[in-house]
């Protein structure tokens, strides 16, 4: 008898033998012991124990034995919504989160969904799920905590304008679009890429056909906060972006034989100007794909570094019902390079979340200006363009401070902060100024210069306007507005769109 296999990320079956590896064998030995020990706890241990508990005692204990959270057993219900996750169907409040200080952010809302019922909004912080603060935990752990069986109940509190108020939510299966777009100015295509399944190329060749018709002159890829899904969609939509023949992912087994993926030149290549947002969600085959295009040169990566997962599962179905979900091979980027557990740096980085989309617009139009324009009343345009933050200048001692990392990553310059906040370096292209804090001191184009009191003021680091100048940058000032400039040809530091 033969189990069918159902690679993960890849649309072809593999076969296994199925049972045990023969009768004699160590593993065979084992499992005697194994249901022995199962025998006992069921007939004579004092809790009663009944079968079904110590078979999912025996399953959980596995896989825990093998260290790999991918690695998983799905009950019946548990893989159908599985299966269906990979099509844009979850169990779920219909809710998009993107990391934000100190409490997620509502970035979407899907319509007719209990969230979208509930009146939860863009914008919106996540405070607490089920009376736990979110404060603290990484956007994929306030994810899970939302997540659940259809059915099941789930209380939120939410923040909005300094106001919080609790919603109680029943959780249901919520069809969110594989892919969605719109355009955007300047004849910019923008496309969100919620998960890798076998209609997102398709879709996505649809939408490309309309933006075509409509003049598109650069597009935006987001992949943010996708979880991945098939390898084999990845590497047909890297089809519209690279030639035929060209790899985009490698995947090696236990016994370290590889299967190469390349581009079959089904899909028409999108001779166009790239950007692909990414951050610490985007996972699997969202991996592969950025990968490949950062790879050929053929997009400029913007927003956080990815989650990391550099391993494909594959889904076997259990003669017991159920199926059990195996990672069996590592994969690869075109040129060998392994983003387990490191995950892709994006070319750009900007870690604010409310910046990325414009960031990615502003690598596709490098000829423009850039600019930062506060107004003390309240509120923030970058570029002409108002943008949802909570962010605004100071004024101290005679001083105006702006939000350091906002600002500059607005600009286009890439902000580290180095460990125990000795030294934060500002840099794009050959600029760069240095900042220690505990020193008072701005190292730029070989020159110290000391520097006032740097300012925290509700999670941010604020920097004093003087050295900004050491950066190329003009600062505008009058009684109601800071405007912040960066021309192009001032600094020459703009990071080039990158083609084929």
Same mark, same amino acid.
């Given at each position: ?121 863009? =914008?919106?912080?996540? %405070?607490? @799920?089920? $009376?736990?603060? #979110?404060? /603290?935990?990484?956007? &994929?752990?306030?994810? !899970? ?43 910019? =295509?923008?496309?969100? %890429?919620? @998960?890798? $399944?076998?209609? #997102?190329? /398709?879709?996505?060749? &649809?939408?490309?056909? !309309? ?113 059990l979900k195996i990672t069996i091979a590592r994969f690869l980027t075109p040129s060998g390079r392994s983003i387990d557990g490191r995950g892709i740096e994006p070319d750009r980085q900007v870690s604010v979340p409310s910046l990325q989309l414009v960031a990615a617009c502003q690598e596709l139009q490098p000829h423009l200006p850039r600019s930062v324009t506060f107004n003390f009343a309240g509120g923030v345009m970058v570029d002409g363009e108002r943008v949802d933050a909570v962010v605004y200048p100071l004024v101290a001692d005679g001083e105006i401070y702006i939000p350091l990392r906002f600002t500059l990553e607005a600009l286009g310059f890439n902000v580290q902060w180095h460990p ?81």
């Amino acid at each position: 008898m033969r189990t069918r296999l159902v690679f993960l990320l890849a649309v072809f079956l593999l076969f296994l033998p199925a049972g045990p590896a023969g009768a004699e064998g160590e593993l065979y030995r084992e499992e005697k012991a194994v249901a022995e020990v199962m025998d006992y706890l069921y007939r004579y241990h004092i809790a009663r124990p009944d079968a079904r508990q110590l078979m999912q005692g025996a399953i959980d204990g596995l896989l825990n034995s093998v260290g790999d959270p991918y690695t998983e057993y799905f009950s019946a219900g548990e893989l159908e919504d599985f299966a269906r996750s990979l099509e844009g169907s979850f169990a779920g409040v219909g809710l998009e989160l993107e990391a934000c200080f100190p409490y997620p952010r509502v970035s979407g809302v899907f319509p007719g969904s209990p969230a979208f019922r509930a009146g939860i909004r863009e =914008g919106d912080l996540i %405070v607490r @799920v089920d $009376g736990e603060e #979110t404060s /603290g935990l990484d956007l &994929a752990r306030v994810a !899970e905590k939302i997540r659940g069986p259809a059915g099941s109940r789930l209380w939120l509190t939410v923040r909005r304008g300094g106001s919080d108020f609790d919603v109680e939510l029943t959780r249901e299966v919520v069809s969110s679009p594989v892919v969605e777009g719109r355009m955007l100015a300047g004849n910019i =295509g923008y496309v969100k %890429v919620h @998960v890798f $399944g076998s209609r #997102t190329a /398709g879709e996505f060749g &649809a939408l490309m056909r !309309e933006f075509q018709s409509r003049g598109i002159g650069g597009l935006i890829l987001d992949l943010r906060g996708d979880p991945g899904g098939y390898l084999q969609a990845a590497v047909d939509l890297a089809g519209y972006f690279l030639p035929p023949g060209q790899v985009v992912a490698i995947t090696v087994d236990r016994n370290g034989r590889e299967e190469v993926y390349s581009t079959a030149g089904e899909n028409p290549d999108l001779d166009l100007p790239l950007a692909v947002l990414v951050d610490g969600m985007s996972a699997s085959a969202a991996e592969v794909l950025a990968g490949a295009l950062q790879e050929y040169h053929r997009a400029v990566l913007v927003g956080g570094r990815t989650y990391g997962k550099g391993v494909a599962q594959a889904i076997v179905p259990l003669e017991a019902g159920g199926a059990l979900k195996i990672t069996i091979a590592r994969f690869l980027t075109p040129s060998g390079r392994s983003i387990d557990g490191r995950g892709i740096e994006p070319d750009r980085q900007v870690s604010v979340p409310s910046l990325q989309l414009v960031a990615a617009c502003q690598e596709l139009q490098p000829h423009l200006p850039r600019s930062v324009t506060f107004n003390f009343a309240g509120g923030v345009m970058v570029d002409g363009e108002r943008v949802d933050a909570v962010v605004y200048p100071l004024v101290a001692d005679g001083e105006i401070y702006i939000p350091l990392r906002f600002t500059l990553e607005a600009l286009g310059f890439n902000v580290q902060w180095h460990p125990d906040l000795k030294q934060i370096s500002i840099r794009t292209g050959s600029r760069e100024l240095i900042l220690e804090p505990g020193s008072k001191t701005v190292f730029a184009g070989g020159k110290n210069l000391k520097l006032k009191n740097l300012t925290w003021r509700e999670g941010n680091i604020y920097l004093p306007v003087s050295p900004l100048s050491l950066l190329g940058i003009k600062v505008q000032h009058d009684a109601g507005q800071l405007k912040l400039e960066l021309l192009p040809d001032e600094a020459g530091i703009m990071i080039p769109v990158l083609n084929h």
